[in-house]
């Protein structure tokens, strides 16, 4: 970490109530919206305690005090309940440290919110599941996740980032832009909207069975990626579910989906060899017992559409990269310039495989669930 960031990670930690002093820093590149560092500080004991300092994405959650408000909400009632049922996620839970003053949250100098959890000691994230057990761990840890969330009051949850998983309008904002084309990059894109057109009625598959009362609002994560679940480094058990900026209410499917959009290929979301995308079956298998393991709250209806889920949330996230490589890269972080429509293109691939699958996805739901579908 250079001298600059440094001193910036040191001067914003010293804001928050926690002891001992600054060793130094490193900034954690895993996540696409915020920006993560970690940083050790030393007891006059010799003791030496890890904290993330994070930065709140302006541009993405443009109330970053309502997302606040959402993750204070969030942490304290997991934390409640683990206490009084003596029930966890595996281990550690997500804790907030308090700024100097007592807030949850600093100011930075241009006023920028910054807040301070606990490191997940033990434990990293993976990008790429390697084996079944840690698809089935992860799975398993978002489903509890829905579960502990479930009843949280509605109206004590607030909206960060409306219409987050609203499908046909992430497909209706790309058209306007596809309209405008703002950066030149559409000729270079026309297979990928071609295949995004075909696949108009998918995107509202989900939201008009809420509308129609089908499937249930919750309270719901609604990121559910593979890198947002802590694994232990020696067992791979799933510890603790991060990155809650997005817990509001939505729909079980798009958070079962995301795991399947993000656990069952061994490719990097990035990646540029196509034929490295796939669905793997054992995977999604293992996320599929892992979900229904965790999480006793779902309704027939919703075990049924588990799989639409997986369709609809990788067709969606496909739409949004494409949106954003056509936008000129202005949402997710990017390290190089196609990155997004790299992105776009393996998540078009993994729906055509998950497409080819569909059946054999079906089946094996029904096959262990079929006490509880409909
Ligand atoms: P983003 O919204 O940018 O995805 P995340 O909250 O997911 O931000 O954090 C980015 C990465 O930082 C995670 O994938 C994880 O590797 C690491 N991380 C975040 N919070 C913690 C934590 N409390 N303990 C350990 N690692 C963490
Ligand atoms: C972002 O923040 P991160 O990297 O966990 C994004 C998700 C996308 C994902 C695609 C707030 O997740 O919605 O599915 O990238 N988060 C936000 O990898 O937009
Ligand atoms: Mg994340």
Known sequence: MSDTLNSTIKAISQKFAISGYFVGGNEIKSGHINTTYIATYALDSGERRRYIFQLINENVFTDPLAVMHNVECVTRHINRKVLRARRDLGGQTLNLYSAKGGRSYVKGEGGEIWRCYNFIEGCHTYDIVETSHQAYQAARAFGSFQDLVS???????????????????????????????????????????????????????????????????????????LNNVMMDSETDEAVCVIDLDTVMPGLSSYD??????????????DEKDLNKVEMRMPMFEALAEGYLDGCDCLTPNEIANLVTGGKVITLETGIRFLTDYLEGDVYFKTAYESQNIDRCRTQLKLLECIEGKEDAMRNFLARIAKSKLP
């Open 256 to 269: 079962f989906g995301d795991l399947v959009r993000t656990a069952t290929s061994p490719a990097a979301e």
């Open 151 to 225: 009843d949280i009051p509605a109206e004590d949850v607030l909206e960060t980032i409306p219409d987050f998983h609203n499908t046909p309008r992430r497909f209706a904002k790309l058209m306007q832009v596809i309209e405008a084309d703002p950066e030149g990059r559409l000729e270079s894109v026309r297979d990928e909207v071609a295949f995004v057109k075909k696949r108009e009625a998918l995107c509202s598959s989900l939201v008009n069975q809420l509308e129609a009362g089908e499937l249930p609002q919750r309270i719901t994560h609604n990121d559910t990626k």
